[in-house]
């Protein structure tokens, strides 16, 4: 019984976020960043022209990962401004109250909304993302070398965030979880490019703010991941030293390790259990 709840509350969710206003914001920017990144690999595919092989697939390394970073904004806004009206708006209505009035478990109703969100990050992610990739091979013949690592670690960094939104929507407006949840993905990609000078300058005191945020958020250690993935390690080692060195946000040195994924993982799942208990906690 429990288990066929969560999968109706899945589809639901799913099939609420499909007609909110939300949804065609994020299509929208999708479709605009999509054309800009067009007209601009196609301009830059001239420009390449003059350089060897390996510098050319390192700069479309770095624009490939520039207008990633676009999406993974993207999908941060989608899924934090779908997360908040998932509980906290169906609260305020009184429509939470009307559901759980059944024999049915919070807990199991959380599960399915957040499995309902998670589906439609990796759909929009892995969308977008392949539609770049199409697009970087058609202009500049680049396509980078682990593409299903790096979009799999983009549908963790959505899920990382969407988590953490669904867990403020459960105590704060649905507007504020949305805002908190972006600005903190943003202060986190901040403090991680502050962290990068701080390294490139051999400044511990000030690298240390980006292994700080990464921990404690693990949305730009996913996203520093994800970066490599999408880059040529050739091309990289060739010719990215002095880009690497100097905090170049848009490149990264290392991939992930074993330790940092187990990590999200839990980080994952303690974020959910605070959500599920404070749901339970709360009043409707």
């Known amino acids: 019984m429990t288990g066929r709840t969560v999968a109706t509350v899945a589809v639901l969710t799913l099939k609420e976020a499909s007609r909110r206003r ?21 301009r830059l595919a001239v420009e390449l022209a003059a350089l060897t092989t390996g510098e050319a697939r390192l700069v479309a390394a770095q624009v490939l990962n520039l207008v990633m970073f676009g999406f993974s904004l993207i999908a941060a806004l989608g899924t934090a401004f779908l ?34 969100l998670v589906a439609f990050g990796a759909a929009f992610v892995v969308a977008a993302g392949l539609a770049e990739f199409l697009i970087m091979w058609a202009t500049l013949g680049y396509w980078p070398p682990q593409a299903a690592t790096g979009l799999a670690l983009l549908v963790t960094q959505t899920t990382v965030l ?15 979880s949305g805002i908190v949840a972006v600005g903190l993905f943003g202060a986190t990609w901040i403090a991680g490019v502050i ?9 511990e005191g000030v690298a240390r703010v980006g292994t700080v945020s990464r921990i404690l958020l693990p949305t730009d250690g996913l996203w520093r ?31 992930l390790t074993a330790a940092y994924l187990t990590w999200t993982v839990l980080w994952i799942a303690l974020v959910f259990c605070l959500a599920a208990m404070a749901f339970a906690r709360r009043d409707l």
């Open 22 to 42: 939300v949804l065609l914001a994020v299509a929208a920017m999708t479709a605009a960043l999509l054309g800009l990144s067009a007209w601009g690999l196609s």
């Open 83 to 116: 997360s908040g009206p998932t509980m906290a708006g169906e609260i305020e209505s009184g429509t939470a109250l009307s559901i759980l009035a059944r024999p049915i478990r919070r807990p199991a109703v959380l599960l399915g909304k957040w499995l309902g």
């Open 162 to 176: 969407l988590t953490l939104a669904l867990l403020l929507s459960t105590v704060i407006s649905p507007m504020a």
């Open 195 to 203: 962290g990068g000078l701080g390294q490139a300058m051999s400044n």
């Open 225 to 255: 991941g994800a970066m490599h993935a999408f880059q040529d390690p050739a091309a990289l080692a060739r010719f990215g030293g002095p880009a690497v060195r100097g905090g170049f946000p848009f490149l990264s040195v290392a991939p």
